[in-house]
Structure formats: structure tokens, C-alpha cells
């Protein structure tokens, strides 16, 4: 069992910045997946970004591609998202997830227990 716990969030006027953390209780991530989603109230969740930990890869959302970094800390087992120009369809629930053996679609057998980002305009 692997324990993500995040941190973050918060609100933001349009166009500012936040960043999201997730920290991974195992140091033995080198075939997880790890990868930031979001969940509107009653919608669906959504991929936002990945990164293939033995590699280093990372994947976007087009929605947010120049916008959004995912970055990682190997030292730290932890992955960030760096969100910038952050608009109003931007807020939603973050929720970071990790896949134990992930392929090229991300999904996740554990996930953080969600962050909080709000845009105001």
C-alpha cells in the first residue's frame, strides 16, 4: 500500500500561480506512474500530467501544455505541479494518483487524498 499525501492549493486570482505537492510513503517508485488529475463537482476526473518515474518522461493535458510543470524529487519521493496563468476552469479538486507498473495511459492504483484550487476572477 502506498500513502500519497499532498499539499497545496488554495485561491488565486486568474493569471497567478500555485503549486501542488504529493509525497509518496516508498522510495521503490522506479515503474510507477505518477500523475497529477482534476474532478469538477459531478464531472468526471481528468488526466492534467504524468511523469514515468525510471524515466523521467513527463505527459500534459493539451488544456494545460505551456501553463502547468511537473516536476519530481527523487530524494524526497515527491512529484510538484507548478501551475501559472491559471484561468477559472482551472479550479477544481487535485488529486495526485500513482500506478504501480503504468503504462501509456496512467491509472491510478492509489490516490492522495485531493487539494483545493480556486480561481477567482
Known amino acids: 500500500q502506498v500513502q500519497l499525501v499532498e499539499s497545496g492549493g488554495g485561491l488565486v486570482q486568474a493569471g497567478g500561480s500555485l503549486r501542488l505537492s504529493c509525497a509518496a510513503s516508498t522510495s521503490s517508485l522506479s515503474t510507477y506512474g505518477l500523475g497529477w488529475f482534476r474532478q469538477a463537482p459531478g464531472k468526471e476526473r481528468e488526466f492534467v500530467a504524468r511523469i514515468i518515474w525510471g524515466f523521467g518522461y513527463t505527459y500534459y493535458a493539451d488544456s494545460v501544455k505551456g501553463r502547468f510543470t511537473f516536476s519530481r524529487s527523487i530524494a524526497k519521493n515527491s512529484v510538484y505541479l507548478q501551475m501559472n496563468s491559471l484561468k477559472r476552469e482551472d479550479a477544481d479538486a487535485y488529486y495526485c494518483?500513482?500506478?504501480?507498473?503504468?503504462?501509456?495511459?496512467?491509472?491510478?492504483?492509489?490516490w492522495g487524498q485531493g487539494a483545493q484550487v480556486s480561481v477567482s476572477t
Open positions: 494518483g500513482a500506478e504501480r507498473r503504468t503504462g501509456s495511459v496512467l491509472t491510478p492504483d492509489y
